[in-house]
């Protein structure tokens, strides 16, 4: 999976032209990378929504449900771009441009994230692994 953010030129939501066309509290993040607009959204857009707001724009865009992403398998990486090890998505704090992530203990020098197109399913038995771990 790309990585739905973080990787492009951060659009501040309120001041955004583009993004006025949908109602704000649905958007979480939005980004601007080369020719398409990426969206995390709290809620489904639907498809008309997502037309006039590529319209707008003037570029694809691309939306992801923040909810979705949760469970994702991410590399953590140190600041040469290393993996440092591995940690699984639990929540985004969109308006912190912050991750909640599980992982192992004792990584430290977290600088980066990549996103892998492994979801494992926040199911009750992983909630429980998380849970426990703290």
């Known amino acids: 999976m790309e990585a739905p953010l973080g990787g492009g ?6 001041g955004d032209r583009h993004l006025q066309h949908v109602r704000r509290p649905e958007i979480l993040w939005a980004e ?3 020719g398409e607009l990426q969206v995390v959204l709290q809620a489904r857009l639907s498809p ?3 037309a006039k707001l590529a ?9 992801w449900l923040a909810e979705e992403l949760h469970g994702t398998l991410l590399g953590m990486l140190d600041e040469a771009g290393e993996t440092l090890g591995i940690g699984i ?22 600088r980066g ?4 197109q492994t979801r494992l399913g926040l199911n009750s038995d992983l909630q429980h692994l ?3 771990a703290r």
């Open 9 to 14: 030129t951060t659009l501040h939501i309120k």
């Open 32 to 34: 601007r990378r080369g």
């Open 48 to 50: 008309d929504a997502v």
């Open 55 to 63: 319209r707008a724009a003037g570029m694809r865009v691309r939306t």
């Open 89 to 110: 998505l639990r929540h985004i704090a969109c308006a912190y441009h912050c991750l909640e992530v599980f992982t192992a203990e004792g990584i430290e020098g977290i």
């Open 113 to 116: 994230v990549h996103w892998s």
């Open 130 to 132: 998380i849970s426990t």
